[in-house]
């Protein structure tokens, strides 16, 4: 059993908190992807589980050790950089080979292991070539292919496919989940591309200044985001924001319109809605087309409602221009409340 529990952990440079008592529990097998914009500390967190830095509080624990006092070799851990660290001196065999050569693991079961993943990543006829005969991509497979020949307990992995170019990282990211599910290793992948952590993790564990916001199946973060940060960072384009004022009775007003309120709440709210769950209407935000994005399957619209950006995502189709006049109604079950304070979903 390789689950993982981070109980606790801070990590200060200096003067600066890189985090901030995190606390995350990830089961045997699962895919935890951590997402967040360059500097909210997610590579920081990664480095202290892996044992490449030391946590100035808390706990880590694999299985059932405790392991933020031991080197990284005993961890039973594997890790994939970005920058794919391939030894350009030796052949395809020789680097997937390279750690088990170093455990002093027999010829025989290094042959087996080597080929049995050069099979998984798809690189078995590119065995005898040197690293430097090949390209990005496959030499992100070889990486990946060395980590798990060493079967670890847990592999981590920092922003691996952000060298690819966009048609590789998609190659990648289909072949990547599956090859980790089949391997039965417990993953911790680091990313600040949304796409790549919706589409490969079981859970998504999104970072901000140093906190974890939201930990959650891809779906429940991108349908019900728990803080404004994460409305406004998950999703392409993401969440439309407006003021709601209330007018009594549960009802708040939200640019033109006056709509029903979460229960209870009284106080002023930010009303949230993505733009795929927005529909053409008679009763209706007033839009004013400022700018159209044909995007191949739909358009986007960047409209001004209020005085506020505000996209909507309509049918390819549509005959849309600058200055056209729309009227947006937000589809029922849709929408999301946040507190302007707090930052918080109001539920």
Same mark, same amino acid.
């Given at each position: 059993?390789?689950?993982?529990?981070? &109980?606790?952990?801070?990590? %200060? =440079?200096?003067? /600066?908190?890189?985090?901030?008592?995190?606390?995350?529990?990830?089961?045997?097998?699962?895919?935890?992807?951590?997402?967040?914009?360059?500097?909210?500390?997610?590579?920081?967190?990664?480095?202290?589980?892996?044992?490449?830095?030391?946590?100035?509080?808390? !706990?880590?624990?694999?299985?059932?050790?405790?392991?933020?006092?031991?080197?990284?070799?005993?961890?039973?851990?594997?890790?994939?950089?970005?920058? /794919?660290?391939?030894?350009?001196?030796?052949?395809?065999?020789?680097?997937?080979? =390279?750690?088990?050569?170093?455990?002093?693991?027999?010829?025989?079961?290094? &042959?087996?292991?080597? !080929?049995? *993943?050069?099979?998984? $990543?798809?690189?078995?006829?590119?065995?005898?070539? /040197?690293?430097?005969?090949? #390209?990005?991509?496959?030499?992100?497979?070889?990486?990946?292919?060395?980590?798990?020949?060493?079967?670890?307990?847990?592999?981590?992995?920092?922003?691996?496919? #952000?060298?690819?170019?966009?048609?590789?990282?998609?190659?990648?990211?289909?072949?990547?989940?599956? +090859?980790?599910?089949?391997?039965?290793?417990?993953?911790?992948?680091?990313?600040?591309? %949304?796409?790549?952590?919706?589409?490969?993790?079981?859970?998504?564990?999104? $970072?901000?200044?140093?906190?974890?916001?939201?930990?959650?199946?891809?779906? !429940?973060?991108?349908?019900?985001?728990?803080?404004?940060? +994460?409305?406004?960072?998950?999703? *392409?384009?993401? $969440?439309? =924001?407006?003021?709601? @004022?209330?007018?009594?009775?549960?009802? /708040?007003?939200?640019?033109? &319109?006056?709509?029903?309120?979460? *229960?209870?709440?009284? !106080?002023?709210?930010?009303?949230?809605?993505?733009?795929?769950?927005?529909?053409?209407?008679?009763?209706?935000?007033?839009?004013?087309?400022?700018?159209?994005?044909?995007?191949?399957?739909?358009?986007?619209?960047?409209?001004? @409602?209020?005085?506020?950006?505000?996209?909507?995502?309509?049918? #390819?189709? $549509?005959?849309? &221009?600058?200055?056209?006049?729309?009227?947006?109604?937000? %589809?029922?079950?849709? @929408?999301?409340?946040?507190?302007?304070?707090?930052?918080?979903? +109001?539920?």
């Amino acid at each position: 059993m390789a689950q993982i529990e981070i &109980k606790g952990v801070a990590k %200060q =440079f200096g003067s /600066y908190q890189a985090l901030h008592s995190i606390n995350l529990s990830i089961s045997d097998q699962e895919f935890m992807v951590l997402l967040g914009a360059s500097g909210c500390g997610k590579t920081t967190l990664l480095r202290i589980v892996a044992g490449l830095e030391t946590p100035t509080e808390g !706990e880590v624990w694999i299985g059932d050790r405790r392991v933020d006092h031991l080197p990284p070799r005993d961890r039973g851990i594997a890790m994939v950089f970005q920058n /794919y660290a391939v030894f350009p001196h030796l052949t395809v065999f020789e680097n997937i080979g =390279f750690g088990l050569r170093m455990a002093k693991v027999s010829n025989d079961e290094v &042959k087996r292991r080597v !080929e049995r *993943n050069a099979e998984l $990543m798809h690189i078995e006829q590119l065995l005898a070539r /040197y690293s430097g005969e090949l #390209s990005g991509g496959q030499r992100q497979r070889v990486a990946v292919a060395r980590a798990l020949a060493m079967e670890p307990d847990v592999i981590l992995m920092d922003e691996p496919l #952000s060298n690819l170019d966009a048609l590789l990282r998609l190659e990648m990211r289909a072949e990547l989940k599956g +090859v980790l599910a089949e391997s039965k290793t417990t993953a911790i992948y680091v990313t600040h591309d %949304q796409v790549e952590a919706m589409s490969l993790a079981d859970r998504i564990s999104v $970072m901000h200044q140093g906190r974890i916001v939201q930990s959650a199946t891809p779906v !429940e973060v991108y349908r019900n985001p728990a803080e404004h940060f +994460v409305a406004g960072f998950i999703g *392409n384009p993401p $969440m439309n =924001f407006l003021s709601a @004022v209330p007018e009594g009775a549960g009802r /708040y007003r939200v640019a033109d &319109k006056v709509l029903d309120g979460p *229960n209870g709440a009284s !106080e002023p709210l930010v009303f949230a809605i993505r733009p795929e769950d927005l529909t053409l209407s008679n009763d209706g935000f007033a839009a004013t087309v400022k700018i159209v994005e044909p995007l191949g399957p739909h358009l986007l619209a960047t409209c001004d @409602v209020a005085g506020t950006m505000f996209r909507a995502i309509l049918d #390819s189709d $549509m005959t849309v &221009k600058h200055g056209d006049k729309l009227t947006l109604a937000p %589809q029922d079950g849709r @929408v999301r409340w946040f507190d302007p304070e707090s930052q918080r979903a +109001v539920a």
